[in-house]
């Protein structure tokens, strides 16, 4: 039997992780056999390795080798692409068509993404799997193929299955053997060899001098998280190579390639999980931002018409575009005692000004390539919200009280409640 430093050699394998050679060593133990394994682990642990160390080192290193990835294949041809199909067996099907389980007859086959596998087609392949029979599309031919399957997948089996997107024994019958690859973040003693090696290939791929990480840089290295693991980490490197000048690599220049290292985030994160609801709930909340500041500019040059022009019904029609943004459909007069009653007097504007330094400039650009400039008006505009408000609020959002103060029709005050988003 080679020995797992062999292997790794063989296969381009980095690493010296107790974990890794685990499951290198029970990949070469089931090699000779017909086992069905499972690889599990996340994208860019390097799952793809194993399938080819199962078919080299078996008794079927001289037959076909054929991966697929079944999330890549829509879910239409899946089953002709797997199992093949008869001439007329559906339209463009001029010809009679040889799937991979026939092709790879006698060799592997590599599912990679199996829990991507529609659920009609995880009965034919549970049927392959139990008693190597199979079925073109299209035909009534029950056929038989000699097929060595290794699957793979990023995703929680069990997760899957639990929502009845995997078949359970299906399942079972793909994990005899489960090789399980570690992220790279439990891999600490491989992160900065696997570096060292990455840097050197692309220094003499890109004809340049090695890069090299200050001791900061390493700590660096070895404190991010690599959700992409080691093909994040390769790419890092060859980013790092290509781009930067001098080749001694400090530790703010590597944390510019890391966009999800710890430092550059204004939160600590834990986990994964919390990670990605923190970015999410960031966006949607950056997003309602925009759109208000959207909203409000659009009511800042309406209200600006309406002082100008003093008529609300000339304003009215010069902006019918404008009030279908900011109102939607017709204004309904129906919600409107309701409306009125729980007013809540809430001075939005001024929060608006405060959070919009927040946003980022280059979105502030689009979103503000509205924004109205002329002071004067604007001042007149914060009275006129100012006023009514204050009224508001001595009449406990009472519309008559408020617009008897004002002097102004009960109507005219639910307009400017409604422009002023009061
Ligand atoms: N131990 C390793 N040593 C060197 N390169 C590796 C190692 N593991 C993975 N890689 C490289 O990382 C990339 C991602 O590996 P891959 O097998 O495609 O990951 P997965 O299928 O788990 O998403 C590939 O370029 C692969 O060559
Ligand atoms: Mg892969």
């Keep these: 039997m080679e020995s797992i430093q062999a292997i790794k050699q063989r296969f381009g394998i980095i690493g010296n992780d107790p974990k890794l050679n685990r499951s290198i060593e029970k990949a070469i133990q089931v090699a000779p056999t017909d086992i069905s394994v499972l690889v599990t682990g996340e994208s860019g642990v390097g799952k793809e390795s194993i399938p080819k160390i199962i078919h080299q080192l078996s008794h079927r290193k001289h037959g076909k ?7 890549a294949i829509p879910e239409g041809t899946i089953d002709s692409e797997l199992f ?37 087609t995880q009965v034919r392949l549970l049927r392959v799997l139990e008693n190597g029979e199979f079925i073109k599309v299209g035909s009534s031919k029950v056929q038989k193929t000699n097929v060595r399957i290794v699957a793979a997948t990023n995703v929680n089996m069990f997760e899957a299955i639990k929502k009845e997107k995997f078949r359970e024994d299906l399942y079972y019958r793909l994990s005899t053997i489960d090789i399980h690859l570690p992220p790279l973040r439990e891999r600490k003693e491989d992160i900065h060899l696997l570096f060292r090696k990455f840097a050197s290939d692309f220094a003499l791929k890109y004809k340049m001098p090695t890069i090299k990480l200050t001791d900061e840089a390493v700590e660096v290295l070895l404190k991010n998280r690599w959700n992409g693991n080691i093909r994040q980490l390769r790419n890092a490197a060859e980013q790092i190579s290509v781009l930067e000048q001098t080749r001694t690599i400090n ?29 999410s709930e960031r966006e949607i909340l950056y997003k309602v931002l925009f759109d208000m500041k959207g909203d409000l500019n659009d009511l800042k040059k309406l209200t600006m018409e309406l002082m100008k022009n003093g008529t609300t019904h000339d304003v009215q029609k010069k902006n019918e575009g404008l009030i279908q943004k900011i109102y939607g459909d017709e204004e309904d007069e129906e919600n ?42 604007l001042s007149l505009h914060d ?27 009960e109507r005219t005050l639910y307009r400017k409640i409604k422009q002023y988003d009061l």
């Design 251 to 279: 530790a703010p220049t590597l944390k510019g390639y890391l966009p999800n290292y710890e430092g550059n985030l204004p939160a600590v994160i834990k986990n994964s999980k919390s990670e990605s609801d923190f970015s």
């Design 65 to 71: 080798y054929i991966a697929v990835n079944c999330g």
């Design 336 to 377: 409107y005692e309701e409306s009125v009653e729980d007013l809540e007097v809430l001075s939005i504007p001024e929060k608006m000004n405060q959070l919009s330094e927040a946003i980022d400039e280059s979105n502030d650009k689009y979103y503000f390539a509205e924004e109205v400039e002329e002071e004067e008006t």
């Design 84 to 120: 093949g199909h008869e001439k007329g067996a559906f339209t463009g099907a001029t010809q009679t068509r040889e799937g991979y389980f026939e092709v790879a007859d006698g060799g592997t086959i590599f599912l990679d993404e199996v829990g991507e596998l529609p659920l009609t």
């Design 383 to 409: 009275k006129e919200l100012e006023l009514i408000k204050k009224s508001l609020e001595r009449h406990q959002g009472k519309r008559k009280l408020a617009a008897a103060e004002l002097g102004i029709s």
